[in-house]
């Protein structure tokens, strides 16, 4: 009667070891292949009208689709204010994101003091936040995905400095108050022309075109009334205010006559870089930076070490390097393979 317990006790045993081992194999093979856990990531731009912006939302649209490949499910949100001036709006965005519950932020701040407060807001209710394209004066966020902006700077005023030989007048039409990024190239631009360059003249810096095209050409209809006759070079430090800029000289029948150096393209810009009326692009990649800000911030949910500051690249681009193959790479991001 022993013997005969003893071996129903064992054969019970064995078969406890088995299902616990086949429990075990099966929850290997569900963390190694596909994962069922999804996050819902908020990417608020500064802005939805620029093509910068739709670059930007392109790749964070590609990083949730390559997740998705790799057994992630990853939901981007796109939202933002229409125009780049409007920073109650995006605070009212990310405000609306943290009542919904996403999983994360991925934030391209208009202010970077403004939007502190509801991305501190965000951590303590359990939402972290990665930062792009402008820096934020906070240190409650997971990592910064951005250009080296103040490079950026140097490398336009290392093409106008070699265009004017070292010498003659420019003025500066910076973008808008608060805007980190655009400083940052502001201040860049002024430090290496002075260290390198002191024989040409910054005749003008304190003037802001605004968040817009028609502000920004405004604002240099303005300023090339005052200086038209004197300067030989010009700096604008984003898309907006690089058009604005191109379009005023147009109206007067300067463009091509100064050497002007813009920052971001757009194909109006490209056709005039063409035309000689534009001498240089100083060329972000927001694609790259939508892809890394929304794989930073997954890797961070998944409890992965994250990078606190991720550098997505900068590059001049002028008439002589126009056609390579990394200048198209930046020029020609898929947009409509991602954005259809």
Same mark, same amino acid.
């Given at each position: ?7 129903? =006790? ?234 604005? =800029? ?42 790259? =930076? ?6 930073? =911030? ?43």
């Amino acid at each position: 009667m022993m013997g005969s317990v003893s071996e129903q =006790m064992r054969r019970r045993l064995w078969s406890f070891i088995g299902c616990l081992v086949l429990a075990l194999v099966a929850f290997g093979c569900g963390r190694s292949g596909r994962a069922t856990k999804s996050y819902r990531v908020a990417v608020i731009p500064k802005g939805t009208s620029h093509e910068f912006w739709k670059s930007i939302h392109a790749g964070a649209l590609k990083a949730a689709r390559e997740l998705s490949g790799e057994g992630v499910q990853v939901t981007v949100d796109w939202k933002g204010p229409l125009r780049e001036d409007d920073r109650e709006q995006q605070i009212q965005v990310v405000e609306n994101f943290i009542s919904q519950g996403v999983d994360g932020i991925v934030l391209a701040p208009l202010d970077d003091r403004a939007l502190v407060r509801p991305v501190e807001e965000a951590r303590r209710a359990g939402i972290p936040t990665v930062i792009i394209d402008s820096a934020l004066a906070s240190e409650a966020i997971v990592s910064f995905v951005a250009t080296d902006n103040f490079k950026g700077g140097e490398l336009a005023a290392e093409r106008l400095g070699s265009l004017l030989q070292g010498k003659g007048k420019v003025l500066l039409l910076r973008y808008q108050e608060g805007s980190a990024s655009t400083h940052e190239r502001e201040e860049g631009f002024i430090k290496r022309l002075k260290e390198r360059y002191p024989a040409i003249e910054l005749i003008s810096s304190d003037q802001y075109a605004g968040p817009t095209r028609d502000t920004a050409k405004r604002a240099a209809e303005n300023l090339l009334n005052r200086y038209g006759e004197q300067i030989q070079g010009i700096f604008c430090p984003n898309e907006s205010s690089t058009a604005g =800029m191109l379009l005023a000289l147009q109206d007067i029948g300067k463009a091509g006559h100064v050497f002007f150096v813009g920052f971001d393209a757009t194909e109006s810009l490209i056709e005039a870089l063409r035309n000689k009326q534009l001498h240089g692009l100083v060329v972000q990649n927001p694609f790259n =930076m939508g892809y890394l800000g929304v794989r930073t =911030m997954v890797r961070y949910l998944r409890g992965e070490p994250v990078e606190k500051r991720i550098d997505t690249g900068v590059m001049l681009i002028t008439l002589e390097n126009l056609s390579t193959a990394e200048a198209q790479a930046l020029l020609h991001p898929p947009l409509d393979e991602y954005l259809r």
